[in-house]
């Protein structure tokens, strides 16, 4: 099984972040992983995007052209990648800030409101988090036991507070899965 | 040692520390920023040297006077950046020493742009300064088959004498896979007798230089560099081969593109096309045995040589299909990729035609 994914919004909505914790997880699980950050002259102010790859067989090109599922935090990024997705995939749309809905029929589409989320939890910062909560629970690319390892990892130390927080934003994200 | 995630750049600048070098010289520029960063952080934590230069020009003749002394010096910038230290790089092959310089490939002519590219096929392999000289080209398709290359180019260059060029491009620079450092095999080698290291009285000065002035010198030099490529030739050839066996098309493709390649490659087969993939890790010396053998298979209806330029190591190809089959080329070029979708249906109009 290959789960082959984009993962996009504007610079700032932590869409690099949500692929390395995820490919970290999945790696950790012992799967074969890629990330691949687009460093073009968008990343200010503008789309940001990554491709992942996480997979049982070994990884050939590391760019999704034709993914299984895209991640989209903004509308831009729904407008420039819903027809990226394969039939059958998965679309992910942060619809606290997208009030578009996708026009594809033959995709599964879930809707997720990522920031609503997140402010009802206290801060913008984790509606990646419930994002990805969200993705890990509709595709199984990684367990949510391993992405609260790599998250406890991460902020270990002074930072250790946002642990619970990020846990509690992981939660409420696959509780949007039905 | 257990797996780790890395970043392209920083496991090369890491895999050269590992193997030993203790020279930075550089100069910044998207998309290889990361090396130069990590060396910044790094080399003064292990009694190295990291200098940013106040040009590319002035960085590769660092890097020609740190080889000079026998240190283990290592440059790296992206297309432009190359295009300024030609000068340095014929100097050095010139004056025969080792070093090593990774080129993270981004689109071109000129400025271009800053997105991967494989452009300077020709540059690093066919020349690129002046003279009559040869750099060793290695071309990773992964984040740890770079870390190993890196590890070896240092020992290769110390081997033979001669700069070593790893050529990535921007997707390598910048993408995260697992990395596992492992211990290299360690060649041996000469000591440095050569370098100019000081007489302490005890011998006559080491000269490096590249300065022949007489005709007849300046000849016997290009003869005595010209055995020593050879040598190489006969030593030095990398090559991967993938389904290579009863295909009906080969593809020739090195670094990520080949990658690229791999995806189509399984997408034909689930349609009942055969196709295989040559992927040179050397692209000097070229394994152009290996094209030869595949086109004197009966299998082999063509190939097709893809890459993210306008077709430059197509000739190479040609040269080792020697006319027995045809070589067809596709591509994409200035930061532009070839997509698995687009090389598989470019393969069945070439099959269709062929049949």
């Excluded at chain 1, 789309?47 to 993914?67: K, L, M, R, W």
């Excluded at chain 1, 902020?155 to 642990?163: D, E, L, P, S």
């Excluded at chain 2, 130069?36 to 040297?49: L, S, T, V």
């Excluded at chain 2, 090593?100 to 742009?113: C, F, H, K, T």
Aim: aromatic fraction near 6%; include cysteine.
């Amino acid at each position: 099984m290959a789960h082959e994914i984009i993962m996009a919004g504007f610079g700032g909505q932590g869409v690099m972040a949500m692929g390395k914790i995820l490919v970290e997880a999945a790696m950790e699980e012992g799967k074969n992983v890629s990330w691949l950050p687009s460093y073009g002259p968008e990343m200010r102010g503008g789309t940001a995007n990554c491709s992942v790859i996480v997979s049982d067989e070994p990884i050939g090109a590391p760019i999704v052209t034709e993914a299984t599922a895209a991640i989209v935090m903004n509308r831009p990024s729904l407008d420039k990648y819903e027809s990226m997705v394969v039939p059958g995939g998965a679309l992910l749309i942060n619809s606290s800030l997208i009030d578009k809905k996708a026009t594809r029929e033959d995709i599964k589409v879930h809707y997720v409101p990522a920031n609503d989320i997140a402010q009802e939890l206290g801060t913008d910062k984790v509606a990646n988090i419930v994002m990805l909560g969200a993705y890990i629970q509709a595709s199984g690319a990684a367990s949510a036991d391993s992405i609260m390892n790599i998250i406890t990892q991460m902020f270990a130390g002074k930072k250790a507070t946002v642990i619970p927080l990020n846990k509690e934003a992981l939660l409420r994200g696959a509780a949007c899965i039905k | 040692m257990a797996k780790e995630l890395w970043k392209g750049n920083e496991a090369v600048a890491e895999a050269a520390i590992k193997a030993g070098c203790r020279f930075f010289f550089g100069y910044p520029i998207t998309p290889q920023n990361e090396i130069p960063e990590y060396m910044a952080m790094k080399m003064p934590q292990i009694d190295g040297c990291f200098l940013q230069a106040e040009s590319e020009v002035a960085a590769i003749n660092m890097v020609y006077g740190a080889a000079g002394a026998g240190a283990r010096v290592m440059t790296s910038s992206s297309s432009p950046g190359i295009s300024l230290k030609q000068e340095g790089i014929t100097y050095i092959a010139g004056a025969e020493l080792p070093c090593v310089i990774v080129n993270m490939v981004r689109g071109g002519p000129g400025l271009g742009s800053i997105q991967p590219a494989q452009s300077d096929y020709f540059q690093a392999c066919k020349g690129g300064g002046h003279g009559d000289y040869r750099l060793i080209v290695l071309a990773p398709a992964s984040v740890q088959e770079a870390v190993d290359l890196v590890q070896e180019a240092f020992d290769i260059a110390d081997q033979y004498r001669n700069p070593v060029m790893i050529l990535g491009d921007g997707m390598m620079g910048q993408m995260m896979e697992p990395v596992e450092f492992k211990e290299v095999k360690k060649r041996s080698l000469p000591e440095k007798t050569w370098a100019t290291v000081g007489t302490k009285g005890k011998r006559k000065p080491n000269v490096v230089n590249s300065l022949y002035i007489d005709a007849a010198d300046c000849h016997n030099h290009n003869v005595d560099l010209f055995k020593k490529y050879a040598e190489i030739e006969k030593n030095e050839v990398r090559v991967d081969t993938y389904n290579v066996e009863n295909a009906e098309i080969v593809f020739v493709a090195y670094g990520t593109t080949a990658r690229i390649v791999k995806n189509a490659i399984n997408s034909l087969a689930k349609e009942g096309i055969k196709a295989g993939l040559i992927r040179p890790v050397t692209l000097w010396p070229y394994p152009y045995k290996a094209i030869e053998e595949a086109a004197e298979k009966a299998s082999v209806k063509a190939f097709m040589s893809v890459e993210m330029s306008m077709g430059q190591m197509v000739e190479d190809v040609k040269l080792g299909a020697n006319g027995k089959k045809p070589v067809y080329f596709y591509g994409k070029a200035g930061g532009a990729f070839p997509t698995p979708k687009g090389i598989a249906e470019e393969a069945k109009k070439i099959l269709g035609g062929a049949k």
